[in-house]
Each structure stands twice: as C-alpha cells, then as structure tokens.
C-alpha cells in the first residue's frame, strides 16, 4: 500500500521503508551523545531521548527518493539519533530487531490496552511478530484459556509453544464459532490487518464485553 500509495496522498513518494530493527552504528554526526561508533543497537519508530532529525533525501536513477527519521530496509541507514537504543555488545542482533517494534507492540497491546486480569480469557488473531507477542503478555497476565488463531500450521504451532492452551486453524473451521465452543471470551487482540479478520474478533467477544467496548472500554487492539 505504501508503494502504490493507496494510503492517501503523500507528497513523499516514492520513500524508504521499514520501521524496526538492530544494527551497529558506523559514524554519528555533530552532536550526538547518545551513541558512538561501533555501539550495537536497536532501531525503532518509537521516539526515545536525543535528537528528533528530518528524514534524508537520497538519488536514485535520477530520481529523489525520500527517508523518514527511521529506515530499515537498507544495508545502510541514516537514523535520527531519537530512534536509536544502546544495547550490549553480545546481545543478538536477530532478537534485538523484535524490540524495536513486535515486542512493545504486542505486549503494549495487552497490558496496556486491554488490560486482563488473571482468569480472563483472551484470544489473539494472526500469529505473526505482534500477535505471538501478545500471547506472550496474555500468559505474562495470567490470561486462561489463551486462544492462537491463524491459517499457518507452522505459526499456530510456534503459538503453542509460547503457552497457546488452543489453536484453531481459521482456513478449517470458523473460529468465531470454534471459540464459542471454548467459552466466553474476554478479550480478543487482532494482529492480522484483515478487515474479515478483525470482524471475527469482533463476533468472537462475549456481548457484553462487546457493549463496554462501545462504551469506552478497549477491548481488542489492532495493529
């Protein structure tokens, strides 16, 4: 969507993506403290402490080619010194990109959004990063049963393993159904993007939980 700019108009096509990841920094500009050459770091949307720097601009075939503050989808990237985190030398770069967006996201997405007490159930829809993520914080919250739904086997089977008590395979039987089978649910975090998706989410939760929804009550996170 972004490249074909379907999500509105944006006088800054075409541009560089990506908003999470890690990497080590290779110089710094004039006044930065934050971080130093050779620091190991995470590189995120989030806004942090430093300084709040306007996107690049580079060239391209003859073309402009605009950045935001952070871009990962390169080899290289320019990154407002805002959008960096110090690591430890020795942590894994591999994990470490989850933290720049996945991990608070999915996580944020339960404890503050949804906010479960221990007991309650919940159910994430879309298993990928930010939806394995807030089945972490349900389990963290003491959420039973917590429900996995998705259409990958290898997704649903990774949700498991991270404390999925069910997992339903939504490209074999309608979850709205399935879950109701399972008992009420309290809350459900739709991680999918998928309009029908987020429609089963919405079906999925008991009325009333549902009508305090309406009421003000965040029950269901989209990301």
Not at 112 to 139: D, H, M, W, Y
Not at 172 to 189: H, M, R
Not at 200 to 213: F, G, N, T, W
Request: glycine share 12%; hydrophobic share 40%; net charge positive.
């Amino acid at each position: 969507m972004e490249v074909r700019g379907h999500r509105g108009h944006d006088a800054y096509l075409p541009h560089c993506l990506g908003h999470e990841g890690s990497g080590v920094v290779v110089e710094v500009g004039p006044k930065v403290e934050k971080v130093k050459p050779g620091d190991t770091v995470i590189l995120s949307w989030m806004k942090g402490a430093g300084a709040n720097v306007p996107g690049s601009i580079f060239e391209w075939k003859g073309k402009k080619v605009n950045a935001g503050a952070i871009t990962t989808f390169s080899r290289y990237s320019i990154i407002s010194e805002n959008r960096l985190i110090a690591i430890p030398s020795d942590f894994s770069l591999k994990e470490a990109a989850l933290i720049g967006c996945a991990i608070p996201t999915g996580l944020g997405a339960v404890f503050n959004t949804a906010q479960p007490r221990a007991g309650e159930s919940l159910a994430v829809f879309g298993c990928g990063g930010i939806g394995l993520c807030s089945l972490i914080g349900a389990k963290i919250m003491g959420c039973v049963p917590r429900i996995a739904v998705d259409i990958n086997t290898q997704k649903l089977a990774a949700a498991k393993d991270l404390g999925a008590t069910h997992c339903i395979d939504a490209s074999k039987e309608d979850p709205v159904a399935a879950i109701q089978k399972i008992g009420p649910l309290d809350y459900a975090i739709e991680a999918s993007g998928n309009p029908t998706v987020m429609n089963q989410a919405l079906r999925s939760v008991r009325p009333k939980e549902v009508l305090q929804s309406l009421l003000g009550m965040p029950i269901l996170a989209s990301s």
